[in-house]
């Protein structure tokens, strides 16, 4: 009954438009409400001594002077939680064989990683907690170490977990086609080492945690800096004994997240376990330091790989092996082998070949664990298969453009499976790649790059095809045993003034999911977006769901939103035509007013609807009861993802002399399916490209010999700054997705997808006068600088 | 925020706020050793909080009229030590009479750090990575000293001895820098390599040349980041007093970097690659000096 989704021009259309985000002033004012703002009566404040060593034993720890400290409330150790709380394991059992030791909040007698948290204070402030853990002595016996991929895998080197033999967390095998006859008789066959660097998320907002266990009801409520509060309700729920309804998690404004705060940390497991033993409000917020050393780290991958292409430059094949470390456990729930197991499905997924095989080996090393990170493994599976296209063109002779021209799968030839054995529903690598040549004015790039390298300038210029996993459905973490939902809820009110409360279980950490659920809702009942409010992240009002992750806020929750509101408009109609004796299908709404369904001309306002149903429902014929309230939810069908794709260009110049590198330009050109809201799409891609752009040139957690990480601080670690970021150009390509009536999928991890592969295939392009290339991310003028043989 | 909130993480301190300098001398020396003069505090703070230094005092000096204010005096301009990084750029006195502290200033941090960092606080300091201790050099600036022994000024070629430690002794403050007045003969030239605009250079280097038509009568090169303190470059400089600055004579002051700079051992730029930055950087200043003749 709704007019068509794309049509502008009617009244209440949101679907399409952009509209700045309700809660955007409130958090420029300084109005945001984050977990680091909330001060609980007779709340205490949590400190945590680190291990020094990557790899201990602890002998003893003595903790006698920290307790007399006066202020101090509670220390404890390894031994005091693991009494409290019960151990969790992050595997998941659809990955066969995958195995990790069990973890508690504080370790027993070991430590496996600098960083990692050994004892907690609890004390009246910060400081004082942070003056106690000064007085306490830990006795550690240094045990050997697994620093890096090859020292991991060497045979007879150290071993991590005790009852191991290796240090193997997972192997992974794909074999489809027949690769090995496709690279005999292949005209051209192109080979590389790739290696990524650890980047972490940096988020603005450090992890925050409160948790206030009310012994006198039972009760536990946890203030959170998360994503996902369902999933961490369910997790206090079952590690701490506690009934799932009596765990509340609320998770309020969040400072950005990233994918950073999906997962189980021990601070914050161990907060919520010294707040049961207290019984009283617990807070602990990690400083930068402790960021940087025990929030998940990402990617560490060292990938080699070949591609077979015809005479023609036709591809037949790749073959491709990741090793991937990943630190000393893997993380709990959703594991640290998600990435790489993307990584090797990921792979030459743009182009139409059909022999694939790979090898997934992942690592156990004496580090802070790695987990997902916005757009997990995309980024390496994206750079290493558009490096080699790249390769293979200068091989062939053909233009960057034209190979991939040849090789995408066409635009009319979907549904097409991917010989990773992803199934695509329908993408658009022609069009893209089309409507980039024309939105970067290739032609005049490359004349300019001519130009300017006669006069010693080298300009490059990178473009790099992605497909992005979104919408996922329980193939992703159900299956493999993870109680985490692939499904969202929304419970929809009229208030007795006629305006709509949206609950919904999508949440919100900065991009705007509030946003552009209100437009769902009032774009498909008919009311004015201010007229909508939506409410996130309280799972003791909202319904339980996936939450914000993987890009599924928009497609997932967004679907939810609008089946909900169909479902309440027919609600509210039904009232309507029993008021004004009519049909409700002669019926329609606008602007808030029921209108004639035909003629539009008005009849009565939905508040006076709400005030008949909730003041005067004696004056309704009777046995009608009014429905204002609904609840919906949705779970995904048909196919397990939602696939995108989108291709980037980018414009750099490359300073030989000193090996930095100015990135002039970046261009995207990005298929999600339908656009809720232009503006909020075009931040998710800019704010990922700029993600990309970190990790392709700024970002890397560097660590010594010993497993120390050397760079842990904001004048070390460097993230991408507005006066190194280019403007970014983009331009959208719209394929709605079948399985849902919105059409919408993903768009939050794009921008990061192919960032990075673009850099690389731009700075090998600059360097191609010279007889250097490069292949390790990131990008960093020692190495540029290494290639070009300059010292 | 307040102290019981998170964000405060330095140990407990006492402040103590001194209107001249003879309270902030007395009130370090009562305190022994254990006191911290605190200017800016854009080094000292985060230092502080990362629980590095712990003093038991604070010796807040920033309302010391005496130390404040840009000035001529004689053939110097008197930069007050309070100075900040942010007046660098907005005072004419030191675009006129210390262009090369103009031009270094940009490069030094991000606004809101250059709005309360001083100039006298970064030369107290002597990061080698910094920009205007080097500068002190290359622009034969003086720097003026009074302890519980006395007033004095010492040139900055004995100021910086060996990393972060200077001529300054324990309880001495650095009043003010005499930089000698910008004169029409003398030609400048800055800049550096960071990664990151704002952030500490990889490689950095001032240039201040006393020219007569194209020959060099005298030149001064500083360099940052290339070792335990800022660093003359006195072969180099050799090389090029009393000739011109054409092509071979640039190379040869480049070539002859290699023994004036023994750069530290580091990953991130090994000692190979920051000589061969800062040959880059040479060069390119010098190329640069030569063009505004
Ligand atoms: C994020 C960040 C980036 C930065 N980037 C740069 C950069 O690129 N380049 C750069 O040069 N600097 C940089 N800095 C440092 C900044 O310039 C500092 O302000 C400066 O080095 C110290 O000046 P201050 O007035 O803040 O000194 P404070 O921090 O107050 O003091 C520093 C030390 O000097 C002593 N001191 C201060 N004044 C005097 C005095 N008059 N006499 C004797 N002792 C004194 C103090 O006791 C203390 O030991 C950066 C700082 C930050 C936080």
Known sequence: MSAPLTSLDRPNSYIGRSVPRPNAKRLLAGRGRYVSDLRLPRMLYAAFLRSPHAHAKIVSINTDEARKLEGVHLVAIGADLAKICTPWTGTLDHFKGMISAPQLPLPLDRVVWAGQAVVAVVAESRAIAEDALELIEVDYEDLPLVVDID????????????????????????????????????????????????????????????????????????????????QFQDLYSRHYGIAEAHVRVVATDIGGSFGMKLHVYHEDMAVVGLSILLGRPVKYVADRIESFVSDIHARDHRVRARMALDAKGEILAMDVRDLTAIGAFSTYPRTSVVEGNQVIRLMGAPYRFKNYRATLEVIFQNKV??????????PIACAVTERLVDMAAAKVGLDPFSIRAQNVIADDAYPQTSPTGYRFEALSHQACLKRLHELMDYDGLRAEQADLRKRGVYRGIGIAAFVEITNPSPAFYGVGGARISSQDGAILSVTPSGEVRCLIS?????????????????????????????????????????????????????ETALQATRALKRNILEIAALILQEQPSALDIIN???????????RIPISEIARIAYFRSDTLPPGTQAQLTVSHHFAPQGYPFAFTNGIQGCSLEVDVETGFVKVLKHFIVEDCGRIINPMLVDEQLRGGIVQGLGAALFEECRYSETGQLVNGSLADYLVPMAMEMPDIVIAHVETPTADTVLGAKGVGEAGTAAASA???????DALTPFDATINSIPITPIKILKALKRF | MDIEETAVKARAFSYFRAATIDQALDAHARAGDDA???????????????????????????????????????????????????????????????????????????????????????????????????????????????????????????????????ALQPGELITAIYVPLFKADQRFAFDELARRRGDYAMVGCGIMATCAGDRINDIRISFFSVGNTPTRVKGA???????????????????ALEGDLAPPDSDEVPPAMRLHLARVLLGRLLGRLGESA
């Open chain 1, 592 to 602: 808030g007013e029921i209108v004639d369904a035909g003629t539009r001309n008005q």
């Open chain 2, 237 to 255: 400089e050799a090389t090029l007093i009393g000739s011109s600055l054409d092509a071979e004579r640039i190379a040869a002051a480049q070539a």
């Open chain 2, 36 to 166: 911290r003069f605190i200017a800016g505090g854009q080094s000292l703070v985060p230092a502080l909080s990362l629980r590095l230094q712990a003093p038991r005092l604070l010796i807040d000096i920033t309302h010391i009229d005496e130390m404040r204010g840009v000035r001529r005096e004689g053939g110097y301009l008197r930069i007050g030590a309070l100075t900040r990084h942010c007046e660098m750029l907005s005072e004419p006195l030191v675009a006129e009479f210390a262009p090369l502290l103009h031009a270094a200033a940009p490069f030094v941090a991000h606004p809101a750090i250059r709005n309360r960092g001083t100039f006298g606080g970064s030369v107290a300091l002597a990061d080698p990575a910094s920009e205007f201790p080097a500068m002190t050099l290359a622009l034969d600036a003086e720097i003026e000293i009074v302890g519980p022994t006395g007033r004095r000024r010492v040139k900055a070629d004995d100021f910086f001895l060996d990393l972060f430690e200077t």
């Open chain 1, 151 to 230: 020292s991991a895998r060497a045979a007879g080197g150290p071993v991590i977990n005790p009852g191991s033999t290796n240090n193997i967390c997972f192997r992974a095998q794909l074999d489809n086609g027949a690769v090995d006859d496709a690279f005999a008789h292949a005209a051209h066959v192109v080979e590389e080492e790739f290696s990524f660097g650890r980047h972490t998320a940096v988020t603005l907002e450090p992890r925050a945690i409160v948790a206030d266990y009310d012994p006198a009801a039972g009760a536990l409520t946890v203030h959170h800096a998360t994503q996902t509060p369902y």
């Open chain 1, 758 to 764: 673009c850099v690389l295939n731009a700075v090998n």
């Open chain 1, 506 to 558: 999508v949440t919100e950490q900065g991009q705007g999911t509030e946003a552009i659920i209100s437009q769902i809702v009032a774009d498909q009942l008919g009311i004015a977006q201010e007229h909508v409010k939506v409410i996130t992240g309280d799972t003791e009002v909202t319904p339980h769901g996936g939450a914000t992750w993987a890009c599924r806020g928009a497609g997932i929750g967004g």
């Open chain 1, 369 to 378: 664990q790695t987990s997902q990170y916005r757009a997990v493994g995309h």
